[in-house]
């Protein structure tokens, strides 16, 4: 089955979401990939570069074919880009450009008989002028390549299998089914004895593309969100199975790069989908309009997230004006339906420190405060991190086939990190305002038992902490408590990543824990003042 999957996810995709599986199989094969590209205008006609096991630096340009086979005419229009990628020598940190190169064109299609010809023709001139010869790669080799593969790590077992159909079948327009999916990449890498096959950086890449081929249908239909949360995911279950098993670092940082810039590629796709869009609308507006403002939320904590990321890389990054008007003009359009939605609060909280805005980036933490307080006090609670909008929605509107209604009041998943982050910044008089009703709610948290379980999407091994609030509370003790973070059981990976910490926390919103959203507050402080 494995086979006619990957051939027929071959004869979608386009060069955009075909280049991070393109760059897994090359590091499966024993390339050191050192750059992909966004299909920008000053990439010389180089996708991807990567050094062959041989040494030898390696570039490639990468093609789409919606018809199966690029004609002349179309063949035409890649002209000036050929003539850069063979003609420009490779200008990267990790490579010497005055070394014999090889350059490749890139298809998931064929070369018409005339194609195939002018290549031959205008290899002999290149030869002659002392220029690299262009080789192809074309869809036969590629679906052999990326078969090859899998030889080792494909589960063989009934239940693999049909995980994977379903998500390759799934509609893409639609939500990623978080949990399949995670469970489908935990059992491929965590599940039993798979150390010995999974060390070398062949098998690593392999659970990458299988990452891929069940995110297709989100690729296709340009859903980024699900595309996002679908390599973080991944990330999760990687740095999982790096914790478990003491991976050496050179065995699974590359494949851990690719899935880095496929996020960032997504998050950036998602936002110049944004700027193009009008509403925020999907499918019949009635229909649509109990999810809208609860979406709104999710995409502003998404390209907060964004903002941070790219500050994180690069401190003295100039935001384009964009985002501040899209973070301010939608701001007062957010709903926090449930704690699941907190990590996107806190992302928008942080993004608007380095934007200028921190009054009202206060201001929202007030509100989050004073909102789960009063539903907790005069409602029903508000829904716990483990139930997503969608169960939240239906639910409210009696349309749920799998969720009956259930009692949120009198705990919080994410209060005690609201009160220590307050108090971190000491806001003493707001909480000792509000501390007589902040006593009448237990905090709740779950703690896994090791760090690399805390990457899991479902964990049976912790403990469950459900804890009151000190009545009187001291407020030294209180500064000194969130002044204190315990990193124990976050896993190194993250402790190196802040930004990516916290992508991780809006895929997985029930691993908020106090701990967490203090380090990431330390950090990401520590970046704006760089």
Not at 468 to 478: D, R
Request: hydrophobic share 40%; with cysteine; aromatic share 10%.
């Amino acid at each position: 089955m494995i086979e006619r999957i990957v051939e027929n996810w071959l004869t979608k995709v386009n060069e955009k979401s075909f280049q991070a599986p393109f760059c897994q199989m090359l590091i499966g094969e024993g390339y050191k990939v050192v750059h992909l590209s966004r299909h920008g205008p000053f990439e010389e006609g180089k996708d991807v570069l990567a050094i062959a096991p041989d040494g030898t630096p390696c570039a490639y340009q990468l093609k789409g074919s919606d018809g199966g086979k690029i004609t002349q005419k179309e063949w035409a229009k890649y002209a000036d880009q050929i003539a850069r990628l063979v003609e420009i020598p490779i200008k990267h940190p990790s490579i010497d450009e005055s070394q014999n190169r090889r350059v490749y064109f890139v298809t998931n299609g064929e070369l018409d008989e005339e194609v195939r010809v002018e290549i031959t023709n205008r290899n002999a001139d290149r030869k002659r002028r002392q220029y690299p010869e262009l080789s192809t790669i074309l869809k036969g080799e590629l679906l052999a390549r990326f078969s090859n593969i899998h030889t080792d790590l494909w589960p063989m077992q009934l239940t693999s299998e049909k995980e994977l159909l379903e998500l390759y079948l799934a509609d893409g327009t639609g939500y990623l089914d978080k949990p399949k999916f995670a469970g489908f990449l935990e059992t491929l890498l965590l599940n039993g004895d798979t150390t010995k096959k999974i060390e070398g950086q062949r098998n690593l890449a392999s659970a990458a593309l299988f990452a891929s081929y069940a995110l297709s249908p989100f690729t296709i239909a340009e859903n980024n969100i699900a595309i996002v949360e679908g390599w973080v995911i991944f990330l999760a279950c990687l740095i999982a199975f790096v914790e478990k098993n003491h991976l050496d670092e050179k065995n699974w940082r590359d494949t851990v790069h690719i899935a880095e810039g496929a996020i960032e590629m997504a998050l950036f796709d998602l936002t110049e989908e944004l700027q193009k869009r009008t509403d925020f609308i999907t499918g019949n507006s009635l229909v649509d309009a109990p999810f809208i403002r609860g979406r709104i939320t999710c995409l502003l904590g998404f390209v907060s997230a964004y903002i941070l990321l790219m500050v994180q890389q690069k401190p003295d990054t100039k935001i384009d004006e964009w985002f501040s008007n899209f973070l301010i003009t939608n701001q007062r359009l957010l709903l926090l339906w449930g704690e699941y939605a907190t990590p996107q609060f806190m992302a928008i909280y942080w993004a608007l420190k380095p934007l200028g805005y921190s009054i009202l980036a206060d201001r929202l933490i007030f509100s989050m405060l004073k909102g789960i307080i009063e539903q907790n006090i005069n409602k029903n609670g508000i829904p716990d991190p483990y139930h997503p909008l969608s169960e939240v929605v239906l639910t409210s509107l009696g349309l749920s086939d799998t969720q009956h209604e259930e009692t949120y009041k009198g705990r919080s998943y994410s209060l005690d990190s609201l009160i220590q982050l307050l108090a971190r910044r000491g806001y003493r008089g707001a909480l000792a305002e509000n501390w007589r009703q902040i006593t009448l709610l237990h905090f709740a948290e779950f703690e896994p038992e090791t760090a690399w379980q805390y990457c899991l999407w479902h964990c049976e091994d912790g403990v469950f902490h459900e804890t009151m609030p000190k009545a009187p509370q001291s407020w030294k003790e209180l500064v000194d408590k969130a002044s204190s973070i315990n990193l124990e059981k976050i896993p190194t990976y993250f402790l190196d990543n802040p930004a990516i910490l916290l992508l991780f926390l809006l895929v997985y919103p029930h691993r908020l824990q106090p701990d967490v959203v203090k380090y990431i507050d330390k950090e990401l402080l520590k970046t704006f003042d760089a």
